[in-house]
């Protein structure tokens, strides 16, 4: 028979005024109602800089993406900041969201659905999807206007070491440069990702060297299949000095790797990213030299050269929008090609036929992007934050209460 223990003395030793008491519990009632910080999962993201969100344009900007009906979504990797811009009943409509160091984006074509990767430890990836409606409410019924923002609705976590980049869709499953593998990976749903592909250079007698970055594998042009893709990198072979040291050698080392073989099919690119297959074409930014170039029976034709570090790359029938960033201070070796300090943060739309740049929109106190996505208008106008709006806003409160990504009014 168990046996009763000595009596506990249950009074606290120092009673607790009740205003200290309803000061702590008014804190914690407080905490965590910002939809940013919800929908981000990101305690920060409520904080943003407004001047990270000014912007100039120059030329035919604005006039490009209403001729196209389309939608420019860009991550901004170094200040967390994914952005997207279209023109809404002729005018310019700006909207941002912060998520940390988004870099690679990818659309699921028949779902219309955006994939971001957040490439901080651990690394995750985002998927996002459009409102199309609100759920029909007696409490608060929705008073704000009828667009079709992306908002979160799920997110996977993978370890740090991926070091994901690029994300592409390949036969309608989800692939990344996993750049801390020298490979490129599968990403299944568990958290979990399978490597299917890696260049023959990284192959020794003890077998492929998965365990470092050695070559900075870093962009996915997709293709029908694995084999019939291509990869980016910054070097073809594995040495001493890595990615990131500052005596790493990079100009004129770039490659791209054919899927197929898995040996370069074309040399010569300093730190190139963002290859991208197009009308039947391959695209890559020479990013140390600030261009926009076109890759043909292994030989690399210059389109455009734009003023700073290109990476992004998104195109939209002739159209290609390419990022520009700043360089870095301490790798400004990495930017031979390119006067470091006139460097511009922002987008490019330029002709592939002609090379012209017909627009460009330039955030003065930018910094990095990385990706660039254009979709069609009807899938979405952006994401749930205005540009120029006071935040915590009705309209954002009642969003979040009651969006449904349906066209049923039904959740979804």
């Known amino acids: 028979m168990a046996q009763n223990g000595p009596k506990q003395n249950l009074k606290p030793r120092a009673a607790k ?29 409520a904080e943003l800089d ?38 809404q009943n002729g005018d310019p409509h700006l909207s941002f969201m912060k998520l940390p160091h988004p870099s690679g984006l990818a659309v699921d ?31 608060m019924p929705y008073e704000g206007p009828e667009d079709n923002p992306l908002v979160p609705v799920c997110s996977h976590y993978y370890p740090g070491c991926y070091y994901m980049h690029d994300l592409a869709f390949i036969g309608g499953a989800l692939f ?12 299944a749903e568990n958290g979990r990702g ?32 694995i084999e ?19 005596n790493f050698p990079v100009d004129k080392r770039g490659v791209i790797f054919s899927g197929q073989t898995r040996e370069p099919i074309v040399h010569g690119l300093t730190r190139p990213h963002s290859a991208r297959l197009h009308q039947d074409k391959l695209w890559v930014d020479n990013s140390g030299y600030g261009e ?45 090609g390119l006067e470091v ?25 930018g910094n990095q992007i990385f990706a660039v996505e254009p979709l069609g208008h009807q899938i979405t106008s952006g994401f749930p934050f205005p540009v120029g709006a006071k935040r915590a806003t009705r309209r954002e409160k009642l969003l979040f209460y009651s969006y449904t990504l349906d066209q049923k009014g039904n959740e979804a």
Not at 22 to 29: E, I, K, P, Q, R
Not at 228 to 246: E, L, Q, T, V, Y
Not at 302 to 331: E, Q
Request: charged share 15%; hydrophobic share 40%; with cysteine.
């Open 176 to 187: 990344a440069n996993s750049v801390g593998q020298n490979a490129v990976v599968r990403l």
């Open 228 to 246: 019939h893709s291509f990869f980016s990198a910054s070097a073809d072979k594995i040495s001493a000095r890595r990615p990131g040291h500052r």
């Open 50 to 87: 407004p001047k990270l969100l000014r912007y100039e344009v120059q030329g035919q900007w604005w006039a490009t993406l209403a001729n196209l009906g389309i939608t420019l979504v860009v991550s901004r990797e170094y200040e967390h900041l994914l952005m997207a811009m279209t023109v």
């Open 341 to 365: 300090e006139n460097s511009l943060c922002g987008l490019h739309a330029v002709n592939i036929q002609s090379g012209d740049i017909l627009g460009s929109i330039i955030w003065p106190y």
């Open 194 to 225: 399978e490597r299917v592909w890696w260049p023959k250079c990284i192959e020794t007698d003890d077998g492929p060297v998965f365990g470092q970055n050695h070559i900075q594998l870093n962009s996915i042009a997709a293709g029908a299949h």
């Open 109 to 139: 074509a028949d779902k219309g659905h955006l994939y971001v990767a957040s490439t901080r430890n651990p690394n995750q990836v985002f998927e996002l999807a459009a409102v199309h409606g609100h759920l029909d409410r007696l409490d």
């Open 292 to 336: 926009l170039c076109l890759v043909e029976n292994g030989q690399l034709t210059i389109v455009a050269r734009l003023p700073g570090w290109t990476r992004g790359l998104g195109f939209w029938g002739d159209i290609a929008f390419v990022g520009t960033s700043r360089v870095i201070p301490r790798f400004r070796q990495y930017a031979p």
């Open 17 to 45: 005024s009740a205003s200290t008491l309803a000061g702590l519990w008014a804190h914690h009632h407080g905490e965590w109602r910002d939809t940013a910080q919800i929908a981000s999962q990101w305690n920060d993201a």
